[in-house]
C-alpha cells in the first residue's frame, strides 16, 4: 500500500508535533512530502500532483489548524490540483482512495467545545475538507490532536506511535467520518 503524506506546514523544521508525526510515518515507509519545501514560490505543478496522487493508494493531507482552517497552501493544492474532469465531474481520478487528514490543534480539546473558546468541537472545523472529499468520492477520516502548543516531548511521541498506526490501519478505508 502506497501511503502518500502531503505536510503543510509552513515551518515544518521548527513544528515539533507536526515533524514528528511526518518522521513516524517515513519510518513506516509512507512518502512524506513538505509541500512548503516543494512549493516556495505557491507555483504548484498540477500534473506533477495528478501524476502523485494517482500513484498513491492512500492520500494523507497534514496541517497544523490556522485559523480554523488548513494552511493556505493546502487550500491553494485543493483549488488548483482538484481539477473539473480529472478529480469531480465526467471523470473521478481519486474515486475510492482515503483522504486522510492529520491535523494539530494548538489548544487543548476542552477549548474545542460549545462551552469553550472556539465553541466548536474539532471535527466541525474538518467538515469542508469533508465533503471536498465526498465530492471526489474519497472517503475521509481524521487524526486529531489536541494542545499541540504544549504537549510534553513525550506526549508527541506517544501521538507519532497513534499516528503510524492509524496510517497503516484498513479501518480508515472504510470509514467515511
Known amino acids: 500500500m502506497r501511503i502518500v503524506v502531503n505536510v503543510f506546514h509552513a515551518n515544518l523544521l521548527d513544528s515539533r508535533v507536526n515533524r514528528a508525526l511526518a518522521d513516524a510515518a517515513r519510518g513506516a515507509g509512507a512518502v512524506v512530502r513538505d509541500m512548503y519545501d516543494l512549493y516556495p514560490d505557491d507555483n504548484i505543478d498540477i500534473a506533477a500532483e495528478h501524476a502523485v496522487c494517482e500513484s498513491a493508494d492512500v492520500l ?7 485559523w480554523y482552517g488548513a494552511p493556505y497552501l493546502m487550500k491553494k493544492w485543493i483549488d488548483t490540483v482538484l481539477t473539473h474532469g480529472w478529480a469531480y465531474g465526467p471523470s473521478y481520478a481519486l474515486e ?3 483522504f486522510l487528514q492529520a491535523v494539530s490543534l494548538g489548544a487543548g480539546e476542552h477549548e474545542y467545545a460549545p462551552t469553550g473558546s472556539r465553541k466548536y468541537h474539532g471535527p466541525e472545523f474538518l467538515k469542508p475538507f469533508e465533503r471536498t472529499a465526498a465530492f471526489c468520492k474519497m472517503p475521509h477520516s481524521s487524526f486529531l490532536r489536541y494542545g499541540a502548543g504544549y504537549a510534553a516531548e513525550d506526549e508527541i511521541g506517544m501521538w507519532a506511535g497513534e499516528y503510524v498506526s492509524w496510517l497503516l490501519s484498513k479501518d480508515h478505508l472504510a470509514s467515511n467520518s
Open 96 to 98: 475510492g482512495k482515503p
Open 60 to 66: 494523507v493531507f497534514q496541517h497544523p489548524m490556522y
